[in-house]
């Protein structure tokens, strides 16, 4: 089956617009206090936020128009720039003291979030190449677990756990997705259970953050301070918000309140009903992507796609449970909206990517008619709860009556990627 092209996801690219706008906002809000005590000018980083959310947006428009095909023969070269620029931070941050940026012509770049990228696109190739073959776990599933295991290794060491255990959870999403065994996925989550926790109280740092969640009303533990001024956010804000500016956290009281905890500020300022209404424009990006990744035109499409939603939606998830203290205190930011440059270029690069692929997408239900039984019962019904059952004893009549022709996954015909 020939694909055709048609016009790109407009709602998702709507949802993220509107994130990227509030993200100026906001971080205006919460910042220009401390940009005028840094740096004389109150509006220091909103100029800053402002080009980068340009930047983003041509970044997410150029690669909306690239085929995301285009990217399978490049993944293992992106793990090597990635692994490379890991090496370099770490490398640097013994002699300087600071191991998780590069500055590279006055701009500076987070090598975890290449690698974040770099791991997705590595991940939905290997996917793809491998099929069933995933279930194999010596051949299948233990290769990528190798060098996601050496790529949030280097993370660590920065030391970045947040980060690693992060990317390591979404590789684990798409491995799950991609079909590995449930019994392997049981062996590996009780193995990285415990190595996380130790990893965690192997820090005096990431220690005393941990102690500080669990007793958050110790008043000994410094580590409380930030989430107790979070949790005044948010009771500041109540159901409707003091106000966009009007917030008196973000005077000196809230660490990092544009960046790791701009959600509080959002609390303060917007109350509930905007703290809320975040999370529904995620949740509505979260629906969007899901339809984009089961109507994918190849398996390549649908993990990368996957991949993309679990690292987007995560972080954000993420952010806000920091934020409530339901999470020990991280450095994760809020996609879109945190203040930031590399996360929010490498974000609008995977939604440009994403779109791209929604550009490609063929109709539900003849991804259904086309896709192979197997795959139709398992990641649509099943994993989407798409309601089709009915149409499965089609599928396989047809497929008996087509048995010398390449299986088709997700409505296209792997004979026709030429």
């Given at each position: 089956m ?13 949802v ?15 910042s220009?206090v ?5 740096f004389?000018?109150?509006s ?21 128009k690239y ?5 399978k ?6 793990v ?30 987070q ?13 939905a ?10 279930k194999?776990?010596q051949?299948?599933?233990l290769?990528?677990?190798m060098?996601?295991?050496f790529v949030?290794?280097?993370i ?8 690693a ?13 991609g079909?590995?065994e449930?019994?392997?996925?049981g ?22 953050r ?9 008043e ?9 001024q ?7 804000g109540g ?10 956290q973000?005077?000196?009281?809230l ?11 959002i ?7 905007g ?27 649908f ?20 934020a ?6 991280t ?12 996360s929010?270029l ?32 398992k ?16 599928v ?7 048995k ?15």
């Amino acid at each position: 089956m020939k694909i055709e092209k048609h016009t790109m996801d407009k709602p998702l690219l709507l949802v993220v617009l509107t994130l990227l706008t509030l993200g100026i906002v906001m971080v205006y809000s919460a910042s220009n206090v401390i940009a005028e005590q840094k740096f004389g000018s109150s509006s220091h980083f909103l100029v800053n936020q402002i080009a980068r959310a340009m930047l983003g947006f041509i970044v997410l428009a150029i690669a909306a128009k690239y085929d995301y095909h285009l990217y399978k023969k490049h993944t293992m070269k992106m793990v090597l720039v990635a692994v490379i620029l890991l090496i370099i931070v770490l490398a640097l941050g013994k002699l300087k003291g600071a191991a998780r940026w590069l500055q590279i012509g006055g701009f500076g770049i987070q090598p975890s979030e290449l690698a974040k990228m770099a791991l997705v696109f590595y991940i939905a190739g290997y996917l793809d190449g491998k099929g069933d073959r995933i279930k194999d776990f010596q051949n299948g599933l233990l290769p990528p677990l190798m060098i996601a295991g050496f790529v949030c290794f280097m993370i660590v060491l920065q030391p970045n756990f947040s980060t690693a255990m992060v990317l390591m959870m979404i590789v684990f999403a798409m491995l799950f997705v991609g079909g590995m065994e449930m019994k392997h996925f049981g062996m590996l989550m009780a193995g990285a259970i415990p190595l996380g926790i130790g990893l965690m109280l192997s820090s005096a740092h990431s220690r005393a953050r941990v102690m500080a969640f669990l007793n958050p009303s110790d008043e000994s533990l410094s580590a409380t301070y930030q989430i107790k001024q979070s949790l005044i956010s948010f009771a500041n804000g109540g159901l409707a918000g003091v106000g966009v500016g009007q917030g008196k956290q973000k005077f000196l009281f809230l660490p990092e309140p544009f960046t790791d905890f701009i959600y509080s500020i959002i609390g303060e300022e917007l109350g509930f009903l905007g703290a809320f209404a975040v999370l529904a424009l995620f949740m509505i990006f979260l629906f969007r992507a899901i339809k984009i990744a089961r109507t994918s035109p190849d398996m390549y499409g649908f993990y990368l796609a996957v991949g993309i939603i679990v690292s987007i939606v995560m972080y954000a998830l993420v952010n806000a449970a920091v934020a409530t203290g339901l999470f020990p205190t991280t450095g994760l930011p809020m996609p879109f909206i945190s203040y930031g440059g590399t996360s929010t270029l490498f974000t609008c690069f995977a939604v440009g990517v994403l779109l791209n692929i929604s550009a490609q997408t063929v109709p539900k239900e003849l991804a259904l008619r086309e896709t192979s039984p197997e795959f139709a019962m398992k990641n649509f019904t099943e994993n989407f709860n798409v309601e089709d059952r009915q149409e499965l004893p089609d599928v396989l009549k047809k497929q008996e009556e087509n048995k010398s022709r390449r299986g088709s996954i997700v409505g296209m015909d792997l004979s026709d990627l030429k």
